[in-house]
């Protein structure tokens, strides 16, 4: 059962935007005909005529990450006979659709074990459903969990497919959507409209099945669009606070004592604040615990952390976020998102001194001293000595420390902040300002940099940012993604990373990081799958790469999470 009136409602607005929309979707209707047209059980080279008889429907049947009809056509090369007589089981009308597509997997997985091992076959539901709707389109439907499950909720449907229930979702789907259909078929008016576009190549159905998935896949779009929507308007309430340099100052006068205030009223007045738009973005440890996926307590001990000892280095596993947190703790430190605070850099082998503090570099036919980053930034944070600067390094432990900071080693450390020396270059004096923090960033995980130079761990407190998925900041994320193939594959997530932590040879600085997972509005089964597929199995491969059979448990547990 299903609510008529908010189908009503959909029909009205599908109704609306259908020439639109018939330009892109028409192709599942040419997709029937030419395979109608097509489609030859017998056929001498039967690999040939599948793909031949399938080629219209390849955005049905193969996406980026997802080929089913491409590993389809494989095993029809190798054995023809094989394949054509999982087709003629899979048509057998005569058995109850249910064996007939648990035994259509089951025959794909001796085919992939036989002639693709360690790959997938793909032949999951959506794929076995394509194929009988191509064959029977008066009897089938398209099926797809993710499109099928959403429409179901908009319409209060008493029918809400689960994930692993193949045989119900299949049922299901077919009775909830041959709901949709019936409905078409009284709307006259869709009727006309789907009439009028009739033409050589395009499929006349009569019972209006593909029209029904065209309106279920448009009713879960439009469902997607709002949540987007809705996600940016909260999210944008619930942090963005802009405030005009007049709003701010009033807001300071509010927060600080005079004394405070007085001293950082003085500051906005130099050039080295810039208003731009005549607007800040206010960022405090709220803002920060929002965007970054780490408990109140720790936030605090960071921050207590690097206020004290000045030299901070975030180190983790990858796609924990180290360079995300670490603009971020500035900023909440600052109190406003300015990037007049911050500067950035990136160590690597060849890194040097000249590139870093000062040194001759050609010009024409001479050479002229020039200074590098952290000198100019040095000199900038100077001038304005009442505010916070923040210098990050982005892997800090592939750079030679002694070679890049040569005799400001020494003035990094906050004892000797303020204090001057004659540099060799220019014999001009310098000195590390005392307003000025160094963040580095590094990544656990990485096994040909275990040795950490004694220079960099004596200067420098070390902070574990840890995977961030129990955080309540990701428990929210999760909530308003709402989606059921997400929280499951969080689960097998947080599995792996138990295993990691336990192998003797990885540990808990191998973990999975939840940044692999972040940063989206909208959540769809191709982007995580794509997710899995090119950024975790390779970490994965890595990691076990003299462990074949863990490797392949973990590969079939992640690939697992997709299929019906």
């Not at 064959?135 to 497919?161: D, G, M």
């Not at 996926?293 to 280095?313: C, F, G, P």
């Not at 892997?395 to 902040?417: D, H, W």
């Not at 199995?537 to 448990?553: N, R």
Request: proline residues 2%; hydrophobic residues 40%.
């Amino acid at each position: 059962m299903i609510n008529k009136e908010r189908l009503k409602l959909t029909l009205e607005r599908y109704k609306e935007e259908f020439s639109s929309r018939w330009n892109e979707e028409k192709y599942k209707w040419e997709a029937v005909w030419h395979f109608q047209k097509v489609w030859d059980i017998q056929a001498a080279d039967f690999a040939e005529m599948f793909s031949s008889a399938t080629e219209k429907a390849v955005p049905l049947l193969d996406s980026v990450n997802h080929f089913p009809r491409g590993m389809m056509i494989e095993y029809a090369k190798q054995n023809p006979d094989v394949v054509r007589n999982l087709f003629l089981h899979l048509y057998d009308e005569t058995k109850e659709i249910g064996e007939r597509v648990l035994q259509f997997q089951a025959d794909a997985q001796k085919l992939c074990d036989q002639y693709s091992a360690n790959l997938q076959h793909y032949q999951r539901l959506t794929a076995i459903s394509v194929y009988l709707w191509l064959r029977y389109p008066e009897q089938y439907f398209i099926y797809k969990y993710s499109v099928c499950r959403t429409a179901a909720q908009e319409l209060q449907s008493t029918f809400l497919p689960k994930r692993g229930e193949i045989v119900e979702n299949i049922k299901g789907s077919f009775i909830f959507l041959d709901e949709v259909a019936k409905e078409i078929a009284a709307d006259t008016e869709l009727v006309f409209l789907f009439q009028k576009v009739r033409e050589e190549g395009i499929y006349q159905e009569n019972y209006f099945h593909i029209a029904a998935y065209d309106v279920v896949y448009y009713l879960a779009g439009e469902a997607a669009n709002r949540r987007k929507k809705e996600h940016a308007k909260e999210k944008q309430a619930s942090y963005a606070l802009k405030l005009t340099k007049e709003q701010w100052l009033q807001l300071l006068k509010e927060k600080l004592t005079k004394r405070e205030y007085d001293l950082i009223s003085d500051v906005i007045s130099e050039e080295e604040v810039t208003w731009k738009n005549s607007e800040y973005e206010w960022y405090e440890k709220e803002s920060f615990l929002y965007e970054v996926y780490m408990t109140s307590e720790k936030y605090d001990t960071l921050r207590a952390l690097l206020l004290k000892k000045q030299n901070v280095i975030l180190q983790g596993a990858p796609g924990v976020g180290k360079t995300f947190t670490a603009k971020r703790l500035a900023y909440s430190i600052i109190g406003l998102k300015n990037e007049n605070q911050i500067e950035m850099v990136q160590f690597h082998q060849n890194y040097s001194y000249e590139d870093f503090i000062m040194g001759y570099k050609p010009n024409g036919n001479t050479f002229e001293l020039k200074y590098g980053i952290f000198y100019r930034f040095c000199q900038k944070a100077a001038k304005n000595p009442q505010q916070p600067y923040f210098f990050l390094i982005d892997e800090i432990n592939r750079g030679n420390l002694s070679k890049i900071f040569g005799e400001l080693l020494m003035l990094i450390e906050k004892e000797y902040r303020g204090m001057e020396i004659t540099l060799a270059y220019s014999g001009q004096p310098f000195s590390v300002p005392k307003n000025l923090y160094l963040i580095g960033m590094m990544n656990t995980a990485d096994r040909s940099l275990a040795m950490i130079d004694y220079a960099l761990r004596r200067r420098f407190s070390f902070f574990t940012i840890e995977p961030g998925f129990s955080s309540e900041g990701f428990q929210r994320y999760q909530k308003e993604l709402d989606q059921e193939t997400f929280s499951m594959l969080m689960e097998e997530i947080l599995a792996l990373n138990i295993e990691i932590s336990r192998d003797s040879t990885l540990g808990a600085g191998f973990c999975i990081g939840h940044s692999y997972f972040c940063g989206q509005e909208e959540c769809t089964e191709e982007w995580l799958q794509s997710v899995v597929e090119y950024d975790i199995l390779p970490l994965l491969s890595e990691y076990w790469f003299d462990e074949p059979t863990k490797l392949q448990v973990w590969q079939n547990r992640l690939r697992g999470v997709f299929h019906d």
